[in-house]
């Protein structure tokens, strides 16, 4: 509505201006044109006219302003349960907390459908925004300050959820998932995310575990290798009011990699975890282009510039070793 009144405005304005400067254009022998000191009723035409258009977009804009105002969140009945997630941005990346679960996923938030989902909001570094435009508008998560919202998903599916409010050179970058699923795939995907990782079998994944604790623990956890349980970044890891301070020991920088075979994004929602057609099976001759782990391990700055992940060079082998490992922590 207000395009439309603004186009018409817009090519009735340039469309005078360009008319008159074509028209009256100084040609040879033109005489000076009539001086005009003013003249009241054009002047009140051009101030209430453009009063009366903004008045009517004010209306409008009221409007729609009341018809998006969130509502009260409806309370948690049998009818209408309600679960709790913690959504933590990082520059950037998104990290998901269940607090009731003690659950930490990263780059996917998996949800029941038709369940009122209660979003914590916090971020230990810069102004993020929330934002899945077919769910939910965008709330910010602001440092020190605790944010919540709330949605429904009425319907099953995958949708898309960015980051809306810039907060560094990847922020186009820094992008997630909601899943939304029945109630039962709900269920035993979060029994499964509430097992510690098994230790691995394979002797390649072997290897993969033992390079992980040399070279990726300092950033990255896993509960059963190097975390205990998982744990509330956003209690642990922020300067809210009674937080311990950044830098705590569990305050790891990298995404909690507990699970990682199991999501389906990955690096900060930027690469499909693409595990299908044999692409990341570390035998894989053409694991380096097919993989996108694998492209994500060998070049983590040419993928996504001034992130965090700064592990120098691997080698081949070290690839092959760290794709079985963490493709296998289903
Ligand atoms: Cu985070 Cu933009």
Same mark, same amino acid.
């Given at each position: 509505m207000i395009l439309g009144i603004s186009i018409v405005i817009f090519v009735l304005v340039e469309g005078i201006l360009i008319f008159s400067i074509l028209r009256y254009r100084e040609r040879p022998g033109t005489p000076n044109p009539f001086q005009n000191h003013g003249n009241l009723k054009l002047e009140l035409v051009w101030t209430v006219i453009p009063t009366l258009v903004l008045f009517v977009i004010l209306f409008f804009t009221i409007r729609g302003l009341l018809y998006v105002a969130p509502e009260n969140e409806p309370a948690a009945t049998a009818a209408q349960p309600r679960i709790e997630v913690t959504a933590i941005g990082h520059q950037w990346w998104w990290e998901f907390y269940y607090p009731n679960y003690n659950v930490t996923t !990263?780059?996917?938030?998996? @949800?029941? @459908? *038709?369940?009122? @989902?209660?979003v914590n909001l916090f971020s230990n570094n810069v102004i993020h925004s929330f934002w899945v435009p077919a769910l939910t508008g965008k709330t910010d998560l602001i440092? *020190?300050? !605790?944010?919540?919202?709330?949605?429904? !998903?009425?319907?099953q599916g995958t949708y898309t959820g960015i980051c809306a409010e810039y907060c560094g050179t990847q922020h186009a970058n820094m992008r997630f998932n909601v899943k939304v699923v029945n109630n039962d795939d709900f269920k035993s995907w979060m029994s499964t995310q509430q097992q510690a990782a098994s230790a691995p079998t394979d002797p390649l994944a072997q290897k993969g575990a033992?390079?992980?604790?040399?070279?990726?623990?300092?950033?990255? *956890?896993? @509960? *059963?290798v190097n975390l205990k349980q998982f744990y509330n970044t956003a209690q642990e890891c922020t300067d809210l009011p009674g937080g311990k301070p950044n830098g705590s020991p569990q305050c790891l920088i990298g995404p909690n990699l507990t699970h990682f075979g199991s999501r389906s994004l990955i690096a900060g929602g930027v690469l499909d975890n693409n595990t299908e057609n044999g692409n990341c099976d570390p035998n894989n001759p053409k694991l380096k282009e097919q993989c996108n782990l694998a492209k994500w391990l060998n070049d983590p700055q040419g993928i996504k510039p001034g992130n965090d992940m700064n592990i120098g060079s691997l080698t081949n082998e070290q690839i092959q070793q760290l794709v079985a490992y963490l493709e296998g922590l289903k």
């Amino acid at each position: 509505m207000i395009l439309g009144i603004s186009i018409v405005i817009f090519v009735l304005v340039e469309g005078i201006l360009i008319f008159s400067i074509l028209r009256y254009r100084e040609r040879p022998g033109t005489p000076n044109p009539f001086q005009n000191h003013g003249n009241l009723k054009l002047e009140l035409v051009w101030t209430v006219i453009p009063t009366l258009v903004l008045f009517v977009i004010l209306f409008f804009t009221i409007r729609g302003l009341l018809y998006v105002a969130p509502e009260n969140e409806p309370a948690a009945t049998a009818a209408q349960p309600r679960i709790e997630v913690t959504a933590i941005g990082h520059q950037w990346w998104w990290e998901f907390y269940y607090p009731n679960y003690n659950v930490t996923t !990263a780059d996917t938030l998996e @949800v029941p @459908v *038709g369940t009122t @989902v209660h979003v914590n909001l916090f971020s230990n570094n810069v102004i993020h925004s929330f934002w899945v435009p077919a769910l939910t508008g965008k709330t910010d998560l602001i440092p *020190g300050h !605790a944010n919540t919202k709330w949605f429904v !998903a009425e319907k099953q599916g995958t949708y898309t959820g960015i980051c809306a409010e810039y907060c560094g050179t990847q922020h186009a970058n820094m992008r997630f998932n909601v899943k939304v699923v029945n109630n039962d795939d709900f269920k035993s995907w979060m029994s499964t995310q509430q097992q510690a990782a098994s230790a691995p079998t394979d002797p390649l994944a072997q290897k993969g575990a033992d390079l992980f604790k040399n070279q990726c623990a300092s950033c990255h *956890g896993i @509960v *059963g290798v190097n975390l205990k349980q998982f744990y509330n970044t956003a209690q642990e890891c922020t300067d809210l009011p009674g937080g311990k301070p950044n830098g705590s020991p569990q305050c790891l920088i990298g995404p909690n990699l507990t699970h990682f075979g199991s999501r389906s994004l990955i690096a900060g929602g930027v690469l499909d975890n693409n595990t299908e057609n044999g692409n990341c099976d570390p035998n894989n001759p053409k694991l380096k282009e097919q993989c996108n782990l694998a492209k994500w391990l060998n070049d983590p700055q040419g993928i996504k510039p001034g992130n965090d992940m700064n592990i120098g060079s691997l080698t081949n082998e070290q690839i092959q070793q760290l794709v079985a490992y963490l493709e296998g922590l289903k």
